[in-house]
T-cell receptor, first 115, second 114 residues
């Protein structure tokens, strides 16, 4: 069975600090996809990144960066120079291969950026 | 802009009174999903439509039903809402085929059961 673990339930930092959100996954599939979604207080889940299991390159998008390591089954997310607008709940997710590609979500990490 | 739209954003119903939540999309995606998200929890998939094919999750209560009359619209029917059904309901769409694509979520409908 697939499983995603986000061990950090809540994180609180001061603006401009760097912060890393951890994500560890379990799957027996050799082909899978990993995701990060952001859920601001408005409730909508906003897609941030998709990574397939064959692409272990790290990715950077502005202040956001992702570190995918198959050896440790981790897909961590770092926000550099955090801003108040980054405050949200962040979900890591793993997709089942085939068909509708259903998502298995972690429990989420509530990130609070204090001014 | 292409998007996923959910109406209403907030819905209040009485215990046992049927309620319908709606979702529409302008993305022309072939898959539509309904999730239930309770406070401080991860979204939980209730069911999805792959084109016209309905797929129910094994642990989705019979109280929850869905309809997809066409590609653009999908409805969530709760036949007899209980207090435990109070939650945010999220609709999502994706375009599945040869290439895997991510799910796009609507803003959600927050359901209150009195």
């Amino acid at each position: 069975a697939q499983k995603v673990t986000q061990a950090q339930t809540e994180i609180s930092v001061v603006e401009k600090e760097d912060v890393t959100l951890d994500c560890v996954y379990e799957t027996r599939d050799t082909t899978y996809y990993l995701f990060w979604y952001k859920q601001p207080p408005s409730g909508e889940l906003v897609f941030l990144i998709r990574r397939n299991s064959f692409d272990e390159q790290n990715e950077i998008s502005g202040r956001y960066s992702w570190n995918f390591q198959k050896s440790t089954s981790s897909f961590n997310f770092t926000i550099t120079a955090s801003q108040v607008v980054d405050s949200a709940v962040y979900f890591c997710a793993l997709s089942e291969p085939g068909g509708a590609q259903k998502l298995v979500f972690g429990q989420g990490t509530r990130l609070t950026i204090n001014p | 802009d292409a998007m996923v739209i959910q109406n209403p954003r907030y819905q209040v119903t009485q215990f046992g009174k049927p309620v319908t939540l709606s979702c529409s999309q302008t993305l022309n995606h072939n898959v539509m999903y309904w999730y239930q998200q309770k406070s401080s929890q991860a979204p939980k998939l209730l069911f999805h439509y792959y084109d016209k094919d309905f797929n129910n999750e094994a642990d989705t209560p019979d109280n929850f039903q869905s309809r997809r009359p066409n590609t653009s619209f999908c409805f969530l029917d709760i036949r007899s809402p209980g207090l435990g059904d109070a939650a945010m309901y999220l609709c999502a769409t994706s375009n599945q085929g040869v290439v895997y694509n991510e799910q796009f979520f609507g803003p959600g409908t927050r359901l209150t059961v009195l």
